[in-house]
């Protein structure tokens, strides 16, 4: 059944600092093996990728060749969509693509009167590597909201890889790379593919850039290779956290509980509502809804052991509890949600409103939906333009500017002992 508590409990502090954990990626234990997946692409490269391949993937890699998705795969895949899915595609890459332009940073300067000139001068890497995932499901999605910020970026190169059980792929992600103009992709998942994108291979380039989200070994094999290349953020299971009052509809608020649960056994869903009666007709209506969906299997098991309802005596401490949560989907289910902005501190991607259910966010409201899980929402952001951009400063001292702020740069370097550093300006001070 799924976990019932209310914040007058006695045990309320111990559950719910249990609730906090669900993050804990146990990566220690995979971390072993993860090494060693890296060591060998490093080592041995394309030979390393396509033992992998056939050990995890159950296919026989014949030639270099065959790792490669070919554009006239995507090209074929898209015009033979459905037309109605065509659609919706291009409607969902429309408005993430708007969102994103949004978001790009610019360049600037700022002349001061002494003439000094200070900026910032931003450009895009020159390689990007987007991990899509594959496996239990293929998410054309993730395609589309890592692709199209690096597009907006400005990235020249971008390159894909995404796992092929069997040897086989899901026709709408190629079609959706197609729609990208993905020019380079390659059937190669998991830790190997990280590694691959890393470091370079004999097919594929080295980028600069890892971003997407996967399992447990993907997410080590991010972390292992920061600082060779940088990464979006260490990406764990699903979640939601839902706010309702006492006027929240129940039928929706257990939907969009489920919503979350039915991606992974290990994705969290935590409601915290003000009514005890919203709880309880909550908790009864995500066992009717249960019994509906396909994926019933995984989501009971994510519901019992990783979801709970929790009931607070008012919205105040409900606001402080979700914000101790942080999650990566927090749905405002209240009357008046604009209201509680203010008070969100901490979530990947805020939902306002009973028109605005989770999974709109997922595909075609335009915001990206690559984000913060596990509490991260402190302190990370959703995937954006900028993962995909650098920053340079701009630095131009003139006479009268150096001849201004010289003498006390001179003074600062002496203290720290570096003589060359204070001679290098006093020379320009004569």
């Known amino acids: 059944m799924m976990k019932m508590i209310n914040t007058n409990d006695k045990n309320f502090d111990m ?6 954990k669900r993050g804990h990626m ?13 060591f060998e692409i490093k080592k041995d490269g394309n030979s390393a990728l396509k033992n992998h391949i056939e050990k995890f993937d159950k296919w026989t890699v014949k030639s270099d060749k065959d790792l490669e998705i070919s554009t006239e795969s995507m090209r074929e895949a898209y015009e033979q969509l459905d037309a109605k899915l065509r659609d919706a595609l291009i409607l969902a890459y429309d408005r993430i693509k708007t969102y ?16 000094n000139v200070l900026g910032q001068k931003v450009t895009p890497v020159d390689c990007a590597g987007l991990y899509i995932p594959g496996g239990k499901a293929a998410y054309p999605s993730s395609l589309l909201m890592n692709a199209i910020p690096a597009i907006v970026a400005g990235v020249e190169e971008i390159v894909v890889c995404t796992p092929a059980p069997n040897n086989e792929l899901n026709s709408l992600l190629l079609a959706a790379m197609h729609l990208c103009g993905i020019k380079k992709a390659y059937k190669v998942g998991g830790a190997s593919a990280i590694a691959a994108m890393a470091y370079g291979t004999q097919s594929i380039p080295k980028v600069d850039v890892i971003t997407g989200p996967g399992n447990i070994f993907v997410a080590t094999a991010k972390k292992l290779v920061f600082g060779e290349v940088n990464i979006d953020m260490i990406a764990g299971p699903s979640e939601i956290g839902i706010l309702a009052d006492e006027d929240a509809d129940c039928n929706l608020l257990a939907i969009d509980l489920l919503s979350q649960a039915e991606h992974d056994e290990m994705a969290s869903s935590i409601m915290i509502t003000t009514s005890q009666r919203v709880a309880d007709e909550t908790r009864k209506k995500v066992y009717e809804w249960l019994e509906t969906l396909k994926r019933k299997s995984i989501a009971e098991v994510s519901i019992k052991q990783r979801g709970a309802i929790i009931v607070a005596n008012d919205m105040d401490e409900a606001i402080k509890l979700m914000n101790r949560i942080a999650p990566e989907h927090l749905e405002l289910m209240t009357q008046n949600p ?7 501190k901490h979530a990947g991607a805020i939902f306002m409103g009973k028109y605005t259910p989770e999974p709109i966010g997922d595909y075609v409201a335009g915001p990206n939906h690559t984000l913060p899980t596990g509490g991260t929402a402190k302190f990370y952001s959703p995937l954006g333009v900028e993962n995909f951009m650098k920053k340079s400063s701009i630095i131009s001292m003139s006479k009268n500017g150096i001849n201004e702020v010289g003498e006390a740069c001179a003074l600062l370097a002496d203290a720290e002992g570096l003589g060359a550093h204070a001679a290098s300006v006093r020379e320009r001070l004569k």
């Open 15 to 20: 559950e719910f600092n249990e609730l906090l």
């Open 26 to 38: 146990d990566m220690e234990n995979v971390s072993k093996v993860v090494s060693n997946i890296i």
């Open 100 to 115: 994103h332009q949004k978001l790009k940073p610019t360049s600037w300067m700022d002349f001061e009167v002494n003439g």
């Open 338 to 344: 604009f209201d509680l902005l203010p008070l969100i």
